[in-house]
């Protein structure tokens, strides 16, 4: 079992960044593949974001963050990060850490959820 807590979530204008990270529990973090996922109240999926192998060595980034947001992982930390740079708008989300065998990226194939942190854009 794998328990994640995210938090870093909050308010910032448009061109600024946010760092999110996700706190894991349980002595299996560094065997597990992490990804972040976003969803809005108007999606009924949540939206791939990146993810990163257990290793931390592989990284993988949906196209619409590509080169402003940076996933990384300390595993003596039980932790993973997303730092998020030059925010848009349309970043606003509820944002998801999540905790699977693979890095896919594909909602359904992470076992374990955080409860997500709000991350609000202005313009």
């Known amino acids: 079992q794998v328990q994640l807590v995210e938090s870093g979530g909050g308010l910032v204008m448009a061109g600024g960044s946010l760092r999110l990270s996700c706190a894991a529990s349980g002595r299996t973090f560094s065997s597990y593949a992490m990804g972040w996922f976003r969803q809005t109240p108007a999606e009924k999926k949540r939206e791939f974001v990146a993810d990163i192998s257990w290793s931390g060595d592989f990284t993988y980034y949906a196209d619409s963050v590509k080169g402003r947001f940076t996933i990384s992982r300390d595993n003596a930390k039980n932790t993973v990060y997303l730092q998020m740079n030059s925010l848009k708008p349309e970043d606003t989300a509820v944002y998801y850490c999540?905790?699977?065998?693979?890095?896919?990226?594909?909602?359904?194939?992470?076992?374990?959820w955080g409860q997500g942190t709000q991350v609000t854009v202005s313009s």
């Open positions: 999540a905790a699977g065998p693979h890095t896919i990226a594909v909602a359904q194939t992470y076992d374990y």
